[in-house]
């Protein structure tokens, strides 16, 4: 009850007492009482819905959010031609937009910065820094060429009353252009998100083209900050998709690294930022960075001595914003509600629209054409007849008279006429003044019926070839306005970068080898590594027990420790050379294997699990050493010989959970060792993957060969550089590879480039000089362009003869002959001294066999190359002394 409600009544009159309460007893029963739930309910949806529709998600039709389809129109409302300043331009679109001025300017800063509708004047803000645009009083902005080309007709376009009902604004614009992938959009509502990614601007042309010609296509992103993506989990842009984005780092000396190209979304303070805290967690090495952003991008990061580029580089890939994952969610407004399209569906709703678009254009043009020739047909029979002198339209009494007449007067002419000649077309006649009927000119008349008639029936073959003439639309579109707009995004495949094999090493693991403990805060026992916090260890026990377990402040692994180092995953080539007691009272044992693929923190034996079994000797071969031991037995009667040398060379690898082979059945005394041996394993099978452009063992890609300590590997680019490099496969190898090849001292290389100053083609023949920098096999001193590269000993050439001598026969010439080996720094010999077209390699009339050890392993191999054979197993008691 509201106090309100009540009335102080003296005491004793309870006569009005009665009468009060019976008053608000029925005031209260004519009042509609609603739940608080059901408010809720309907007002939360309504809140959604309008959100959805009215703020957050674009429309299918013409790609735009209402914010921004508002200001387009106010920007073409206020179109003069020149520039208008963005205070003015909010002002005005507050017509249509009821949210207020900061939403409507953050919206237009948007739109201008895409450099794609809005042409900018003033400081609009750095997509790349983050730096924000200047105050709307001192920036402006005006439509460009292009927007005014696809995205306004007013003829075409369907209107609605503004919120206020003052003023009529678009349903949608009429865009003629897949304008929602150009720009991309992001936008959250209540209960769903929207976010497509922007894509290329002649990518999206051609695949409406490939469309409309019933042809397949593709699309992927391609973003303003440039960069790399792997677009191979992309799913056509819909819910469950993911793209992996990265910055583009070249590597400038030993010692510096460049970042050129960010991902997308991210600006060059926020990239610093994280690169500062992972240096900060000791996830990285760095000295300094410098940011020198200005028109491009540059953040020049200076590296601590000793510490590799290339780790460098995927460690910035695997702990910063270097490398980012971006999940799109492509939702779009269509039939006045939300739905889920793939960049596919969105591309030929697109397609179709802006060929709709254009055959309603074309049909409001013939109708315009229409008119404009019967208004025409009837002003000229109306004065080559000299309507207006007959006594009935002189004479006539009244408009209606008159009217009548000339309607009369028309009726031999109407089968001439392509519509009913109706009394409002001979309305029009009458407002003809004389001068203009004295100045007529038969002549032009014709000519203007003529040049109309013309037009119509261009206008009905386009609409009859309507998909031909919308295909010649977008390629004008793409002819007039795509230059400039090449793809700034290189799509390529990632490769899977582990952050354990690049952190850099920020901690100090210590032991206490007797009473079983291991981690990195046993400052005061043995120290035994530099690891990192993300690091695994391998520990193996005297009793032949062996685990995996991450690194920690202190954990406990057991007692009697022997062997405990950081472990990486998957390394084959590091060797286990294991001698061990099986039992009490057993056979020694002797086996070598390789550890990898274990589950973190579950024991494993190195023997075969034998109670009381113990390890005699363990060594760890990082390159698959195998040495000599020299043992000595415990005397026993009639054992006469009590020395024994032992060589593990002889003994082949196996599985970890191998038994091993036997090495004496008595007892030994001590166990030294005698020689250091060397790799059993030979050299390091190398692939090169050209879709990751990275060196692998996995045999993907092409192989390139097998790999010793001293052998090297060479790349040539397009840029006139090779460089040599060390069989490590962290290398990152720079832009525009064109050759990769494992290095051979003294091979000789054929080159053709043309010189741009000269203007002519030269060739010159070489041998590399080794070195660990880039060296430049193209002139230094003059603009050159690669043309070819050949590594053929007698390398054949055919020249073909373009410009003026295109007429010229062709050309062959053997380059052994043509020109000698020279330095790789030499100019070379002009090729020739016409016109040259293409230079194209023939097949050679002579080869320099020379027999080669680099071929692909055939057959099943193992992780190592090296071919496994099926009888290769163990059988018992192999390889035991005769003792």
Known sequence: ???????????????????????????????????????????????????????????????????????????????????????????????????????????????????????????????????????PRYIEARLTKLALDIVFNPKTTKWKSSYDGRNKEPITLPVKFPLLLAQGVEGIAVGLASKILPHNFNELIDACVAYLEGKSFELYPDFPTGGMVDVSRYNDGVRGGNIRVRARINKIDSKTLAITELPFGRTTSSLIDTIVKANDKEKIKLRKIDDNTAGNVEILIHLAPGISPDVTIDALYAFTDCEISISPNSCVIENNKPCFLGVTNILKHSADRTRELLKLELEIRLNELGEEWHKSSLERIFIEERMYKKPGYENAASREDALAFLDECFVPFKKKFRREITLDDIATLLEIKMGRILKYNVLKADEFLKALEAEMEEVKNNLANIVPYTINYFKQIKKKYGKGRERKTEIRNFDTIEAVQVAVANEKLYINREEGFIGTGLKKEEFVCDCSDIDDIIVIRRDGKYLITKVSDKSFVGKEIIHATVFKRNDERTIYNVVYRDGLNGDIMAKRCAISGLTRDKEYDLTKGTENSRILHLSVNLNGEAEILKITLKPRPRLRNLHIDYDFSQLAIKGKASQGNILTRYAIHRIELKEEGSSTLGGLNIWFDEDVVRLNTDKRGRFLGEFRSNDRIIAFYNTGNYCIYKPDIATHFEDGLIKLEKFIPGKIYTVVYFDIDQKYHYIKRFEVEEGDRLQFFLPEDAESEFVMLTDTRFARLKIEFGGKNKDRADEEIDADEFIAVKGFKAKGKRLSNYSVKRVIELEPLKTDDVPSDDKEPEGETDQLGNPINPDDEYTGEQMSLNL
Not at 91 to 116: C, E, N, R, Y
């Open 1 to 135: 009850m509201n106090m309100d409600d009540l009335e102080i009544i003296p005491e004793g009159n309870e006569e009005e007492e009665n009468k009060q309460e019976s008053e608000i007893t029925e005031r209260h029963k004519s009042t509609h009482v609603t739940k608080l739930s059901g408010m809720y309910r309907d007002w939360f949806l309504d809140y959604a819905s309008y959100v959805i529709l009215e703020r957050a998600v674009p429309h299918i039709d013409d790609g735009l959010k209402p914010v921004q389809r508002r200001i387009l129109h106010s920007m073409r409302r206020l179109d003069d031609g020149r520039y208008n300043k963005v205070a003015n331009i909010i002002g005005h679109t507050m017509q249509f937009h009821p949210h207020g001025d900061a939403s409507i300017g953050d919206a237009l800063v948007q739109i201008g910065q895409k450099d794609l509708l809005v042409d900018t004047q003033g400081n609009w803000g750095n997509i790349h820094t983050g730096d924000g645009a200047a105050a």
